[in-house]
């Protein structure tokens, strides 16, 4: 910090020598900086007080696109100097800035969020910005304007000021609804609101997940779709379906039936678990673990209890571990369910995929259980 002081004590006694014998412009490129920094310099050293052209020029360029306050601190200038400046030249722009209108509150969102907050224009921007945003960098008129502007709106006036603002300067490319929000707004919550998450999820899935309506009863059935983060992220948090439906099935039903599609049959809860369990093991669920299957990748993919769930176990055996899983295709779950594991084997879990899978390899004459053990009964 210290340096930093040093160093603009320096620039500051070069601009007010060099102010001696020159004109600003020159100062400004043999100091290599622009020329409003140079008056800036010299009006806070308290060498120059009148208006400069340059510095005219820029008030009357960025009148309407930039709040007052932004001008002033940007000329060094206090409000009452400013105000000077604008009566005493006539700048008439001013009093339309007194008045904002859509344009001008669209040009200074733009100047907030791309110059003097320096943000994306991505997804993340509705979650960040707020309107403390526009207040607290002076733009409370445009806030103002919009709060009015938005009731004409059926759907904005449940939003922001903020959102409407923002979705005015980018328009198609946010929703109201991905800019933060009240729980308490009616919008998905009130009359038809209902209709009007789905309306809200169907924008989601084809806009921003890219998923087609020939996929959706497909995708459905994935436990990931939809998930809570994904909801969360675009302003849609599970909070709100659970105004309308019980349970996720419930709503997906809803969703199916508002896209016009068939309602799509859910994956059980424990099968699902299930192939979270092989994934976190390693194993990839949705392919036949027997080597040489031709089944394709995801085509019924089922998981199998290799020690299955009607068997009495003695012990402390957890039917549904990892070991005991295993994913299979139509053809050799339906064989691997006349296959009983041994005794020995439930002693050793981590023997009891290798040895199914092994069986399973062998020609159909020899899928029957062997007897040289005791096994396990159902």
Known sequence: MEGASLAVKELTTRCVDLYKRHDMSLIAS???IGLLEVSYILRKARIVTDVQPHELSYIVEHIETMPIRAIEDHLGLSATQLEQILRRFKIRK???AERPTLESCIAKTRWLIETRLQLAIDDQLPRLITNEHFTDNGLY???KFATAAKEKCPTAKHFSACAFLVSQTYPGRFQPWQFRHAKSN??????GGSRNFLTALMWLIETKLGITSDALPYVMRSYNFLSTRTLQDYGLGPHWWREHWSTKAEMLEALARHAGIAPAPQVDRETMRGRLQLRGAGINPDCC???GCITAPGDNIQVHHIVQRAT???GDFDLHAAENLVPLCRHHHVAADRMRPTIKLLRSPEMLR???IEKLRTPASSLL???DETQLNL
């Open 30 to 32: 043999q100091l290599g």
């Open 94 to 96: 001013h009093l339309q």
């Open 141 to 143: 008129s445009a806030v």
């Open 186 to 191: 009616r919008y998905f919550t009130g009359r």
């Open 289 to 291: 673990a027997v080597p």
């Open 312 to 314: 009495r176990i003695i």
């Open 354 to 356: 290798p040895w199914l």
């Open 369 to 371: 259980p062997l007897s």
